[in-house]
T-cell receptor, first 113, second 114 residues
Framework: TQLLEQSPQFLSIQEGENLTVYCNSS?????LQWYRQEPGEGPVLLVT?????EVKKLKRLTFQFGDARKDSSLHITAAQPGDTGLYLC?????????????FGKGTKLSVKP | ETGVTQTPRHLVMGMTNKKSLKCEQH?????MYWYKQSAKKPLELMFV???????ENNSVPSRFSPECPNSSHLFLHLHTLQPEDSALYLC?????????????FGPGTRLTVT
């Protein structure tokens, strides 16, 4: 069974701080997606990384896919209260059943003003 | 309406009730999904429909019964649920079935079984 472990589970920081959250697995994924979910809403896709070693930037957010395509990280620079939410990573089956994503449990981020 | 909508947003039901969750997507997508989101657990895929045909049923108890009458609508029929079925039920859609296609989620139905 493929599993994605996300760490930390909870993170509470002050506005302006930097942070990194991690998504790790012993399995290889063909691609990995990051979502943000705000309270009372569904997850919203932030980015998809496909190539081992790939780095993608989305304003203050930097996403990296590990060289072996087993792990990923999300770094936020100068966090703002609007970044508060549940960050989920989801890996695409590699050679498994068609079209399904494996989700981690998420990192719940709270950014205090 | 745009994107993926779900109704109702909140539902409280007794264990002997029968209710249905509705999902509608306005994106012209061919694949639709039901997920269950419980506290302290990863999102669990329940059902996948591609071009109105069920392509995935992840060992979901028969008290959950999906229906996809057309490519824009997806239902989840509920009957004789258990308290442990209380969760956020999310619907999603994608252009086609396959992990290279982005999934767009609805806001979810918060279900409480009493």
């Amino acid at each position: 069974t493929q599993l994605l472990e996300q760490s930390p589970q909870f993170l509470s920081i002050q506005e302006g701080e930097n942070l990194t959250v991690y998504c790790n697995s012993s399995s290889v994924f063909s691609s990995l997606q990051w979502y943000r979910q705000e309270p009372g809403e569904g997850p919203v896709l932030l980015v998809t990384v496909v190539t081992g070693g790939e780095v993608k930037k989305l304003k203050r957010l930097t996403f990296q896919f590990g060289d072996a395509r087993k792990d990923s990280s999300l770094h936020i620079t100068a966090a703002q209260p609007g970044d508060t939410g549940l960050y989920l990573c989801a890996g695409a089956d590699y050679g498994g059943s068609q079209g399904n994503l494996i989700f981690g449990k998420g990192t719940k981020l709270s950014v205090k003003p | 309406e745009t994107g993926v909508t779900q109704t109702p947003r909140h539902l409280v039901m007794g264990m002997t009730n029968k209710k249905s969750l509705k999902c509608e997507q306005h994106l012209g997508h061919n694949a639709m999904y039901w997920y269950k989101q419980s506290a302290k657990k990863p999102l669990e895929l329940m059902f996948v429909y591609s071009l109105e045909e069920r392509v995935e049923n992840n060992s979901v108890p028969s008290r959950f019964s999906p229906e996809c009458p057309n490519s824009s609508h997806l239902f989840l029929h509920l009957h004789t649920l258990q308290p442990e079925d209380s969760a956020l039920y999310l619907c999603a859609s994608s252009q086609d079935w396959g992990t290279s296609y982005e999934q767009y989620f609805g806001p979810g139905t918060r279900l409480t079984v009493t």
